[in-house]
């Protein structure tokens, strides 16, 4: 992986509680899709056809925030020819080997329940679950509703401790850790704004954009819950990064994926 300069990029990995957050980054699998026509593109505007899944961890004083859970476990496995989907690492055995268990985890929250990004979730069922109230009736109440909802990925939640979202949500209470409203690919849809001390504000995407042509054309994909939710999702989250001068990050760009540094290095 590309190193970034010293200022941006912690040297050491040691682990503790630190009042500034901490963003730790995991490779939590990989999807190819030969036909992009589904993400609202022509296959003649885009050459992308992998995307990376991602997996984050935020440090917070002694508190720690899992965001987004990757593919489902069982995918783990080197990767077979012709694969569509591949995950080498679980986040699980990732996390171990940082010393950290699930259980550590003080709290889940995901951009939104589709099975790419909550394939790990019912290992932190534990975790107080952070949730808008929308997508948890859209996943929880109502799945059948959306086919790529697999509720067996995070059935144990239902017990979890919760707060209910209404809108944009302080995770930590201080601004360091936000929370963004952002419906339309689903109905609870959210992206999550860090405030780090040394690389700066960023903006994690969820899926409200897929690939770089997406947010460059304003694509919506055919599978949204509302199209024109996203696109004024779209218009609210660029203007919080032009009014912050946060990085912004398309979770899924596996060519920006090539240039970070992952855990057990982390961003600050």
């Given at each position: ?22 963003l730790?980054v ?24 992998e995307?990376f899944?991602p997996?984050?961890?935020?440090e ?7 965001w ?11 990767r ?13 055995d990732?996390l171990a080997?940082m010393?950290?268990s699930?259980d ?20 932190f069922?534990?975790a ?12 929880f109440?109502?799945p059948?509703?959306?086919p790529v ?9 239902a017990d979890s401790?919760?707060?209910m979202l209404?809108g944009d ?8 850790v936000?929370?963004?409203s ?9 992206v999550?704004?860090?405030?780090l001390e040394n690389f ?13 042509a997406?947010r460059?054309?304003r ?12 696109l ?10 032009e ?8 979770e ?17």
């Open positions: 992986m590309k190193k970034l300069p010293a200022f941006i990029f912690a040297i050491s990995f040691s682990f503790g509680a630190h009042a500034d957050p901490r730790y995991f490779d939590c699998g990989g999807l190819s899709f030969p036909d992009v026509s589904a993400f609202g593109l022509g296959n003649d505007e885009t050459s992308v056809r995307l899944v997996c984050y961890l935020i917070h004083d002694d508190r720690l925030m899992i987004d859970a990757g593919l489902p476990l069982d995918v783990v496995g080197p077979q020819a012709d694969a569509t989907s591949w995950y080498e690492n679980s986040i699980v990732q080997a010393d950290i699930p550590d985890v003080d709290f889940a929250s995901y951009s939104h329940f589709h099975f790419d990004h909550v394939g790990a979730a019912n290992a069922a534990n107080t679950l952070l949730i808008q109230q929308t997508e948890y009736q859209a996943a109440e109502n059948e509703t959306n909802f697999r509720p067996a990925l995070y059935s144990d939640l401790d919760k707060i209404q949500h302080d995770v930590f209470g201080d601004g360091s936000m929370i963004i952002a419906p339309g690919h689903t109905p609870g849809h959210q999550l704004k860090i405030e700066g504000p960023l903006v994690l995407s969820g899926d409200l954009y897929h690939f770089e997406s460059r054309l694509r919506t994909p055919v599978f949204n819950t509302d199209a024109e939710q996203t004024a999702s779209m218009d609210k989250v660029e203007a919080l990064v009014e912050t001068g946060a990085t912004f990050w398309i899924h760009n596996l060519q920006l994926a090539q240039t970070l540094n992952l855990a057990p290095a982390f961003y600050d």
